[in-house]
């Protein structure tokens, strides 16, 4: 038991290392780069508006296609200069990346760009994401526990098992439910600024690791966000990831039962349908055209042999009983 809660400690101990050493490195590599791309972007900006009347078309088509691709890296030109420094790259959003990454979202709102960072995203999620594939089959683990333990308590207290299985996983759904889908969606709607459905929509696309990246957190253009909001919205993924994954399961073995149950059901009404085709062709038939066979009774297959024996036996006593009648007729005769 012991052994177990330590190689668990270790393993979540080493996979947070690991997403925050990924986190620090892909800061230092693509703070820089992107702190000169927000430059370029506001000095186009700025060229724009000094000179956007006096701009011909093919110019004003060239301005269009470098602001595209400056929103494309993730670089919104609005605002003042200062806000060149606030950052996709700090700490928060870096770690927010990484968690991304190994959880396989990728939303593709942020990205690397420079030949150093991409390089190394290959091998981070490389190792990244067997990584988080044990995390979470581990974390599910421990959510599976937590419900054997409430199946007990209810078992002691003299509850039927099936009653205990339909309120552990009552349990498991309604707690699930509530801790990530329903009260993230709140958050996110005071903090987003999003509908409630729209946080419910958030939620789960990215717990299911669809990722579309129409919705993504913290980036909403004149918002404040407090410091690291995007790295606990990190942490809520990932836990949410061994729920969501432990969600799937139990629906893939519903199926997979109600398919065993349809097809039972299927085979069971095609084995009476033919029956009674049968039954009723026999019914139909003249008796000259009936096969032998039909008209034995059920267990005349198996006791076929056993009447054409009794049928042999009672032939061989009659012929015994002339015999011996002819035997004394002749003694008689012989006498007188």
């Known amino acids: ?28 590599l693509e ?12 000095q186009m900006k700025e060229a724009f508006l000094q000179n956007f009347s006096h701009l011909t078309i093919a110019e004003i ?22 806000q060149i420094e606030d950052s996709n790259w700090d700490f928060s959003d870096s770690f927010f990346f990484a968690g991304t990454v190994v959880s396989t979202i990728g939303y593709g709102t ?6 150093g960072g991409q390089i190394f995203c290959v091998f981070f999620a490389l190792f990244g994401i067997p990584l988080n594939i044990v995390f979470l089959h581990r974390v599910g683990k421990m959510l599976s526990l937590l419900c054997k333990k409430l199946g007990k308590f209810l078992y002691e207290k003299g509850m039927r098992k099936k009653k205990i299985k339909f309120l552990t996983l009552l349990f498991f759904l309604v707690m699930g439910i509530l801790v990530f889908l329903c009260l993230p969606s709140l958050f996110f709607q005071i903090t987003e600024g999003w509908s409630y459905s729209e946080g419910i929509y958030f939620a789960f696309i990215t717990l299911s690791t669809i990722g579309f990246g129409d919705y993504v957190v913290g980036k909403q253009p004149g918002r404040n966000y407090f410091r690291y909001y995007r790295m606990l919205v990190a942490i809520w993924i990932l836990f949410g990831l061994a729920w969501i994954a432990l969600l799937f399961n139990l629906l893939t073995m519903v199926l997979e039962d109600t398919e065993k149950i349809i097809v039972k059901d299927l085979h069971q009404i095609g084995k009476v349908s033919k029956d009674n085709e049968v039954s009723e062709r026999r019914r139909c038939w003249p008796a000259q055209f009936i096969p ?14 056993k009447t054409d024996s009794l049928a042999a036996d009672s032939e061989q006593k009659k012929n015994e009983k002339r015999v011996f009648s002819y035997s004394k007729t002749i003694a008689i005769t012989y006498e007188n």
Do not use: W
């Not at 668990?8 to 050493?21: H, M, Q, R």
């Not at 060239?62 to 200062?82: C, D, H, R, W």
């Not at 059920?298 to 042999?305: H, L």
């Open 1 to 28: 038991m012991c052994t177990g809660k330590l190689q668990t400690s270790l393993l979540v101990v080493g996979y947070f290392v690991y997403l925050l050493v990924g986190a620090a490195v892909f800061q230092a």
């Open 31 to 42: 703070r820089t780069a992107e702190k000169q791309e927000k430059i370029a972007a506001a």
């Open 61 to 82: 088509e060239q301005f269009m296609k470098n602001l595209t691709k400056a929103i494309q890296n993730g670089v919104y030109p609005v605002g003042n200069e200062s």
């Open 110 to 115: 942020l990205h690397p760009k420079t030949a």
């Open 292 to 305: 032998e066979e039909d008209l034995l009774p059920p267990c005349a297959g198996e006791n076929a042999e």
